[in-house]
């Protein structure tokens, strides 16, 4: 009756409506948000004590610790601490009346479609409780104050009256959520730590002060035997430890278990009555505990106790007693690491729930202009209810031709087409489709049959290699899609990654020729320099793919490089054979240059092969194929043994001056000049 009434801030009472009538389906946060809340106030007091141990207390009191207690018989779900606990003054200011500057943001975040998840980033973490309560007690014992009881059921007001009971806390909080007739399932401690715990000291069990419920009974030796179920058969969610598992204050949750204990051997007192069970569903202790004592076993199996099953409730650590920054790094796993960083951002970029179905159709767009299109295809549903139906802005325009529905759970029902645009949840989901796409387009790669891949891509590899030019997060990915015809692919389509992996050991880059069609290309001279070295070149017969190449400008570290380039070499040359190339290449110039003049354009090209005599390198021939009488492109070959030694075909490159070559010297003499390159084989 004392209690006093005080009335919330109203932007907190639109806060609490609003959480309080949420969809949000992902509601477990209100246990990280309370939990850390718990945690801070633990920190408050232990950084005080620093410089005034006596703020700690003593014995139990000094423990920073935090206990979570599922009541089922009244409905509750209790977060207590022993941190620095709350005056009469703060539980007015920091929890309704004033209204921090995180509430009106939060509030608008949210209108704009913001994840709820989001909630303590915004510092009303406390609120979220109201996700799964409908009625919140806060008892709390702050050291310069009596122990105060705050209320509210989100209303518009809350009450504040003195603990009739006393001081029952010592010092610290408890929070009391009065869990939603629907929102039960938060009392079963399984699903609150899942986790089949190592075991660990125990809380030292403190009679909740408004707790009917007789407290966990004290442990007793058969607690040993007790066995866990394992985490399959338990529900999918270990909220508080995913949540708490970096905290500093250890956390511990009164676990309900059923343990099965021998008759002889169980507790007379304070148990609830158990029921018997057929003894053959043994805990694995029990198999081993039986092993250990093997000589007495077949004695002992036939006067196997009967065994019974009984509840008990028992407080287990459910986070790390080290944080993960005093660990060794090489025993951290990188799922610890991301669970850390989710931690300490309050829940940013955590998951988010949502399901897809998506085609690849087999048919192609019907025509051309439709790769420019946006993807008209995909409905938008959150929690079941359509809310987009093409649905443009979604998936990026080279995926135009996807078609299926996406359902989110974190979605706000109520968002309007901007907001979509906007959402950044929606783009998050955006890029995990995307990426599931592109799997969904290798796993067609993977078919056994080729014919579906090669249908696939006559009907969207434009789309993939658009793709390439516009997502550059996938560009990798969508590169492994790319296919080619190539001189050896006889017909068939070739991939990059098949490519590398024939490459020889000595080429570095990965050859192409630009034309119209396999088959003009299959002709050109260009590749005459390829072909005898065996050296793969890949067909780009799309204008778009030596644009792609050139925006790519390398496929894992191999460069494209056109076989119709200038200077082209293939990257197996000695340093001997390039300064060989030097040579001739200075001797050829005025001999080219002299051709240039003599035949103008009526010729394709010119090949002229000398062979050299290096005193340190096995002889080999230099060729000199030109359409352009560059003398650029020069090429090497190791001199094949059947063919004959051209006659006076030596040039000896230590002694340069034996060949003159004047051609730019003395250029109207050209017979003259020509006299000296017999001793070059010409080839017109
Ligand atoms: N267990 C607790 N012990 C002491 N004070 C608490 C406790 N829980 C909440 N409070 C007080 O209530 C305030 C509001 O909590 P709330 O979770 O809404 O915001 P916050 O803790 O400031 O920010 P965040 O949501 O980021 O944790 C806290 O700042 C703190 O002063």
Redesign the pocket.
Known sequence: EEAEQYAFNADVTRLMKLIINSLYSNKDIFLR??I???A??SDKIRFLALTDPKLLGEGDQAKLEIFVDADEEHNTLTIR?R????THK?LIE??GTIA?SGTQNFLEAVAKGADLNL?????????SSFLVADRVT?I?KHNEDKQLIWESDASEHFTIREDPEGNTLGR??K?ILHLKEDEKQYLDTQKIHVRPAVPRPFAPPIRPAHSPRPFAPPIRPFVSSCRVPPLSRLLPQDLALRYSEFLDTPVFVNMKKTVKVPEEKAPEEEEKPAEEKPEEEKAPEEEEEEAETADEKPAEEEAEPKMVERTVWEYERINPNRPIWMRSPKEITDEEYTNFYKSLT?GENSEMNFRAILYTPETAPTNTLELMEKNKHIKLFVRRVLIADEFEDFLPRYLNFIRGVVDSDDMPLNVSREMLQESSLLKTIAKRLVRKILEMFSQIAKRESPEDYRKFWKNFGKNIKVGILEDQANKQRLAKLLRFESTKSAGELISLDQYVERMGKAQADIYFITGESVQLLRDSPFLDAARRKGIEVLFFTDPLDEYLSQVMGQYESHKFISVAKEGLSFGDETQAQKDHAKLLKERFEPLTAYMRRLLGDRVERVTISARLREPSEAPCVLTHTSSSFSPDDLEYAPVPESVPEPENAEVDGSQPTEIPLEAEAEPEAPKQEAEPAPSMHEDL
């Not at 909630?119 to 609120?127: A, C, L, R, S």
């Open positions: 948000e309370i850390s809340n718990a801070d106030a601490d941190g620095i606990g709350m703060d920091t929890l921090k909630i303590g980033q915004f510092g009303v973490g406390f609120y806060v709390t610290g909080t929070v309050k």
